[in-house]
């Protein structure tokens, strides 16, 4: 089973700054399987990014994802309103598809 | 328009069952595993279980292994989740997500279900 750590727990940002979440898996990954989910408040979760650092559709380049093996990023630059939600990464590849515990990005 | 539409979701007490739904809307679902993921009230995502856009396999997770069972009816374009021998810990919004890909495009926007006597 693979298990993923996302750090930080929470992340406290102004508008207009960047964000950086990392998640960490227990083993390897195979990169085509690593996705990123936005969870606002009351909403459902929504794909960010798919395959480690492809953007989902209509998901503005403002989002970026990298990393392989254990160790993935998301990248957010120039925060808006509506960033300042929960991230999750998730693992595809291999049952149990785990998620990561999340990062809850609030503004400072 | 795409949209996955849950239902079927209340309180029942412990111990029963419960079958929860989800309808396509707006993309052809057969061509599509699904899965159903849970999130306990204030809590993190969770994986419950997946079925092959065929039908031809499935997984769950472990906390649900051998409790749970999730099928699909084509004709009808729904996803099922018969849940058995509802525990307290089982409390959670429900979501039905669907994958082309593997990853999940599509997402409803879930179900509560409260396990409670």
């Known amino acids: 089973e693979i298990v993923l750590t996302q750090s930080p727990g929470t992340l406290s940002l102004s508008p207009g700054e960047s964000a950086t979440l990392s998640c960490r898996a227990s083993?390897?990954?195979?990169?085509?399987?690593l996705a990123w989910y936005r969870q606002i408040p009351g909403q459902a979760p929504r794909l960010l990014i798919y395959?480690?650092?492809s953007r989902a559709a209509d998901i503005p380049d403002r989002f970026s994802g990298s990393g392989s093996g254990t160790d993935f990023t998301l990248t957010i630059s120039r925060l808006e309103p509506e960033d300042f939600a929960v991230y999750y990464c998730?693992?595809?590849?291999?049952?149990?598809?785990?998620f990561g515990q999340g990062t809850k990005l609030e503004i400072k | 328009q795409v949209q996955l539409v849950e239902s079927g979701g209340g309180v029942v007490q412990p111990g029963r069952s419960l079958r929860l739904s989800c309808t396509a809307y707006?993309?052809?679902?057969?061509?599509?595993?699904m899965h159903w993921v849970r999130q306990a009230p204030g809590k993190g995502l969770e994986w419950v279980a997946l079925?092959?856009?065929?039908?031809?396999?499935?997984y769950y997770g472990d906390s649900v292994k051998g409790r749970f069972t999730i099928s699909r009816d084509d004709s009808k374009n729904t996803l099922y989740l018969q849940m058995n021998t509802l525990r307290a810990e089982d409390t959670a919004i429900y979501y039905c997500?669907?994958?082309?890909?593997?990853?999940?495009?599509?997402w409803g926007q879930g179900t509560l279900v409260t396990v409670s006597s």
């Open positions: 997500a669907g994958s082309y890909y593997d990853y999940y495009e599509y």
């Open positions: 707006g993309f052809t679902f057969s061509n599509y595993g």
């Open positions: 079925i092959w856009y065929d039908g031809s396999r499935k």
């Open positions: 083993q390897s990954v195979s990169s085509a399987y």
């Open positions: 395959g480690a650092s």
């Open positions: 998730q693992q595809y590849g291999t049952s149990p598809y785990n």
